[in-house]
């Protein structure tokens, strides 16, 4: 196999990295409004981040990003595929994220928040200082395992014409017949991308002040 | 005779069906220390949590230095919360120990101290950070206000817990069962923070399994049991000449484990 193939997968890997970097991190500020929603405690507002979340937990994502695709143009909204395949990656890490932030600032202890009221903070600043921080915190690893999910489900665009990491392979190992050379490398990329991320959650989580080394 | 520090007035909680409070009348004297003891589910750590406003009576009133706290209550019975800024005021009078010490884990034991006085009362970072410093040598621990809670040892939590209460200059400190979820050999450095601040004339109220403790520092004893208030006396009463069955029960208990000899 030639360096230039390699080149080539190298490349598509960029739209990889690109779409999943951007759709995790739409999906997150999509995901604060869905926790939010959730927590509020008013069904007004609960109600349809549930839904939302039960529809992108519940379709497989591939008929999520095909349903995007052809319902756009329908209702009249013609989108480049690049921006189907972001909408679609952002809603469905969307609701995954909103599940584990509302796991997290779940999880904050009630009585940090009780120590807070007892030295004066009113509600907006106990929520501030002490359970957005928290709940960040308790949430961090799972974000990081929802970036390396992502990363991997980006495979999944090729469905509306994004040549990414796992497209290229696919059409290079059709046109030279070396399937089992290119898949191994497109793999290859993958892991060496997911290590990248993991490595650098472990030590943003570790850096985060309060967790001992 | 002066206003008592804390006045509970016919307290009643419910937890749904249960209820935890039956109509409770105590007086928290100025200056003093006072004890909340009992069996396991007796309502004391909810009484001292009414206290702070953490529970919410279900009838009956706290008054702390004669102002209402929480709720007022009409002669009809009509209860009213009071605005949120109200309780926070009267409430900014008291300080609260907790049992899980509840420090908060992001933040060094100086951050802890000294971040109320930055975010409620809008220190500077400077003036806020001295005075905490100032706290945590009181309680001993100046060198270690760089280290996080999870670094610190339980009883060392608790005590920049108890700095980080005293450093908003409460004149009531609650105390929930401070060590009881501290090794044995913890307790001891807990306990001596405690009886300088009522060395100092600190009014307390400790609510704690500690009964030697009790016996030597308190000033007033109040038992309580399956939610009522049985007693309240000088420790000289409770303990040399326990007149209540009930009271008399739960002591030997104690006297059982070998704590006969701190009485």
Same mark, same amino acid.
């Given at each position: ?213 | ?78 209860? =009213?919360?009071?605005? /949120? !800024? +109200?309780?926070?005021?009267?409430? #900014? ?7 899980? &010490? ?107 399994? =500690?009964?030697?403790? /009790? !016996? +030597?520092?308190?000033?007033?004893? #109040? ?7 049985? &007693? ?32």
């Amino acid at each position: 196999m030639s360096l230039k193939l390699f080149e080539l997968l190298l490349k598509a890997s960029l739209y990889t990295i690109g779409i999943s970097l951007i759709s995790i991190l739409i999906g997150f500020a999509i995901a604060i409004l869905l926790s939010g929603a959730m927590l509020s405690g008013r069904k007004f507002f609960s109600a349809p981040a549930q839904i939302f979340i039960s529809f992108f937990r519940g379709v497989p994502l591939l008929v999520q990003l095909l349903l995007i695709y052809n319902l756009l143009p329908v209702i009249g909204i013609n989108v480049p595929s690049i921006v189907a395949a972001i909408v679609g990656l952002s809603l469905c890490t969307a609701a995954y994220q909103a599940e584990n932030l509302r796991g997290g600032f779940a999880s904050v202890p009630r009585g940090l928040i009780e120590s807070a009221e007892m030295v004066g903070f009113t509600p907006g600043q106990a929520f501030r200082r002490i359970k957005v921080p928290i709940a960040l915190r308790l949430t961090f690893p799972a974000l990081v395992n929802e970036a390396i999910l992502i990363l991997k489900a980006s495979s999944l665009v090729s469905v509306v014409g994004i040549v990414e990491l796992t497209r290229m392979a696919q059409d290079l190992a059709g046109s030279t017949f070396l399937p089992l050379e290119i898949f191994a490398s497109a793999g290859l990329i993958y892991l060496v991308i997911n290590l990248v991320v993991a490595r650098a959650g472990g030590l943003i989580e570790r850096s985060l002040p309060g967790i001992p080394r | 005779m002066s206003l008592p520090a804390i006045a509970v007035k016919n307290l009643v909680k419910q937890f749904g069906e249960t209820t935890v409070l039956h109509g409770i009348d105590l007086d928290i004297p100025q200056g003093k220390v006072s004890c909340l003891i009992g069996p396991s589910g007796s309502g004391k750590s909810t009484l001292l949590r009414c206290m702070a406003f953490l529970e919410e009576a279900t009838r009956g009133t706290i008054t702390i230095d004669g102002e209402v706290l929480g709720f007022s209550e009409s002669a009809q019975g009509v209860r =009213e919360r009071l605005p /949120a !800024a +109200t309780n926070r005021a009267i409430r #900014s009078r008291i300080g609260m120990v907790f049992q899980q &010490f509840n420090l908060w884990p992001h933040m060094t034991a100086l951050g802890n101290v000294s971040e109320a006085l930055k975010t409620v009362h809008k220190m500077s970072r400077k003036d806020a950070e001295d005075l905490a410093m100032a706290q945590l040598v009181k309680v001993g621990l100046e060198s270690r206000a760089g280290h996080y809670p999870a670094q610190l040892s339980g009883g060392q939590q608790q005590r920049v817990a108890i700095a980080r209460a005293l450093a908003l200059k409460p004149k009531i400190m609650l105390f929930d069962e401070p060590t009881s979820s501290l090794d044995p050999e913890l307790t001891g450095e807990v306990l001596n923070v405690m009886r300088d601040l009522a060395a100092e004339g600190m009014t307390m109220v400790v609510v704690s399994h =500690e009964i030697g403790f /009790a !016996a +030597t520092v308190g000033q007033q004893i #109040s038992f309580l049991d399956q939610g009522k208030l049985l &007693f309240t006396g000088a420790p000289s009463d409770v303990f040399r000449k326990p007149r209540n069955p009930r009271l008399e029960q739960f002591l030997d208990t104690y006297l059982d484990r070998g704590a006969s000899m701190l009485v």
